[in-house]
């Protein structure tokens, strides 16, 4: 039976973890962060609120955040500092490194500022299971693909290193999952308890708000949709039967998965677009990514693409070298006693 679970470890442990599926995610959760902060002031985010009379809010663990570290006088350095940080992230530079970064930056976010919302909160939970997924990552950037696993060539105390990071980034991929399927097993559960969403209801009220409803002049063209009683209940029990399948990705085959991601990104989409939380949709996608995308299942067309790039900053490179060289060549220079010379 031992002999049976070490098999089994050491094939899960070879499985391939590291591919553009998880850098593709990780870029889009950046993103939703980067776009809170890029396009808000400090004072809009960190700002006074009932019982946090001073702002950033540092409290416990949270005093070492990058806004409390900063000071109250300074937040619109660490806004930018946050920036940059999160651009270096999106970026897929040494994901080993920049894992680790935008767990930070994303708590610091969370503990400090007053306005923030699910999105933020996902955000960090994904981006601390990711940590050790990240330190187990060997590659320059999270575009390329994972070199194969192999640990015959080395130490017995580095391979047992290594096996043992490697099970532990296995086993939060899995823990994604989990908390995935929880947020959305989560959401359905807890509309049930609330008549409008019994009734079918819920969804006019939430399109119709002042706040966070549809904007005019579209408000205008869709009531005649919003007062009919069986789209209403069909929109509002679809939401909740769109949230206890995508729940149900935990068990469903790669084809299912398949689906389902494109359904949740649409969903998330649309939510965007009627209530304009675009920063929480990012973040979701990049959750669902991780969630119904088998992370040895490379994107094509980002394969493609990043190639490309990859091709045209090579070529780039070698026409400036070149270049730089030939004008070595002909630069000229003087002698001894001031003869001209050619190098």
């Known amino acids: ?79 930018w500092l946050a920036v940059a940080a999160l651009l270096l992230v999106a970026s897929g530079w040494r994901p080993r490194l920049t894992g680790l970064l935008h767990w930070y930056v994303v708590t ?35 575009w390329s693909a994972a070199p194969p696993v192999s640990l015959e060539r080395t130490t017995a105390r580095r391979a047992l290193g290594a096996s043992a990071l490697r099970l532990l980034a296995l086993t939060c991929a899995w823990a994604l999952r989990l908390q995935m399927a929880g947020i959305y097993f989560q959401a359905c559960v807890s509309k049930l308890k609330v008549p409008e969403w019994q009734d079918g209801t819920a969804v006019y009220y939430w399109f119709t708000d002042p706040w966070f409803g549809i904007p005019e002049p579209v408000r205008s063209l869709v009531m005649p949709l919003l007062t009919n009683g069986m789209v209403v209940t069909a929109i509002t029990w679809g939401a909740l039967a769109l949230e206890i399948f995508l729940f149900s ?35 979701m996608w990049g959750g669902l990514i991780l969630f119904l995308r088998p ?49």
């Open 108 to 142: 610091s976010l969370f503990s400090s500022g007053t306005l923030v919302d699910g999105g933020d909160q996902a955000a960090v939970v994904l981006t601390f299971l990711l940590v050790p997924i990240t330190l187990a990552d060997p590659r320059r950037w999270h």
């Open 249 to 283: 990705g935990l068990v469903a085959t790669r084809r299912t998965r398949r689906a389902l991601l494109v359904l949740g990104i649409s969903f998330h989409a649309m939510i965007a677009l009627i209530h304009g939380l675009l920063s929480f949709a990012l973040v």
């Open 1 to 79: 039976m031992l002999s049976a679970l070490g098999s089994k470890v050491r094939a899960a442990i070879a499985q391939p973890l590291h591919s553009n599926v998880l850098g593709v995610a990780r870029t889009v959760i950046a993103l939703g962060t980067l776009g809170t902060l890029l396009f808000s002031r400090a004072s809009d985010i960190l700002r006074p609120a009932v019982g946090f009379s001073e702002s950033p809010h540092c409290a416990s663990v949270g005093k070492a955040g990058l806004f409390c570290l900063t000071g109250a006088d300074h937040l619109e350095l660490g806004r």
């Open 295 to 343: 992370l040895d299942q490379e994107f094509a067309a980002v394969r493609r693409l990043t190639e490309r790039l990859g091709d045209g900053v090579r070529l780039v490179g070698a026409r400036v070298r070149r270049r730089a060289g030939n004008e070595g060549e002909a630069l000229p220079t003087r002698g001894a006693r001031g003869a001209v010379v050619r190098s």
